[in-house]
T-cell receptor
Framework: GNSVTQMEGPVTLSEEAFLTINCTYT??????LFWYVQYPGEGLQLLLK?????DKGSNKGFEATYRKETTSFHLEKGSVQVSDSAVYFC??????????????FGQGTILTVHP | EAGVAQSPRYKIIEKRQSVAFWCNPI?????LYWYQQILGQGPKLLIQFQNNGVVDDSQLPKDRFSAERLKGVDSTLKIQPAKLEDSAVYLCASSLGQFMNTEAFFGQGTRLTVV
């Protein structure tokens, strides 16, 4: 079945450092890919998405490119802030089959940014 | 626009007791999801509804969990009887449809503790 694998955490960075959180997936067909973020005490919210190969999703300085050849969707940010401290989830949405529309999540990566 | 509403926010019960969670999706959203998020893990899909029909309940422990979506709007998730391993946050999400590029909006979740 479909699955999402994220890099092991937690990740601890200093403010203004470069961030990469790796995400790879296994899926049939051509799924859509998402990054969700969960700030402390809040619910999951969509950070960015990409719906086809080579698409780049971006929001709040974060970027991720849909790489079909490497089945990856790595999250990057050039300069992190303390306010970016949160848990980040990579997810995919089924393209077809009996579970069309099913949203499958990775295990999450905890990011802590220090001043 | 009102978000996804869930209640209660917190619940503590003893094992073998029963519990029910309620979800009110965003108005007009046809697709509704229930996820279980165990501490330190990513959300796991329990059941997906399209209007009032079940699309996917392959990971729902049907011997103890049940869910319904009344008239294709509100939904309830029930556990009877609860086990210690059911301690988790139960997330409800909704989206306009199952289409791959539509965003799923999440409620704040219900944190269940089984003692």
């Amino acid at each position: 079945g479909n699955s999402v694998t994220q890099m092991e955490g937690p990740v601890t960075l200093s403010e203004e450092a470069f961030l990469t959180i790796n995400c790879t997936y296994t899926a049939t067909g051509y799924p859509s890919l998402f990054w969700y973020v969960q700030y402390p005490g809040e619910g999951l919210q969509l950070l960015l998405k990409a719906t086809k190969a080579d698409d780049k999703g971006s929001n709040k300085g974060f970027e991720a490119t849909y790489r079909k050849e490497t089945t990856s969707f790595h999250l990057e940010k050039g300069s992190v802030q303390v306010s970016d401290s949160a848990v980040y989830f990579c997810a995919l949405r089924n393209a077809g089959g009996t579970s069309y529309g099913k949203l499958t999540f990775g295990q999450g990566t905890i990011l802590t940014v220090h001043p | 626009e009102a978000g996804v509403a869930q209640s209660p926010r917190y619940k503590i019960i003893e094992k073998r007791q029963s519990v029910a969670f309620w979800c009110n999706p965003i108005s007009g959203h046809a697709t509704l999801y229930w996820y279980q998020q165990i501490l330190g893990q990513g959300p796991k899909l329990l059941i997906q509804f399209q209007n009032n029909g079940v699309v996917d309940d392959s990971q729902l422990p049907k011997d103890r969990f049940s869910a319904e979506r009344l008239k294709g709007v509100d939904s309830t998730l029930k556990i009877q009887p609860a086990k210690l391993e059911d301690s988790a946050v139960y997330l409800c999400a909704s989206s306009l449809g199952q289409f791959m590029n539509t965003e799923a909006f999440f409620g704040q979740g219900t944190r269940l503790t089984v003692v």
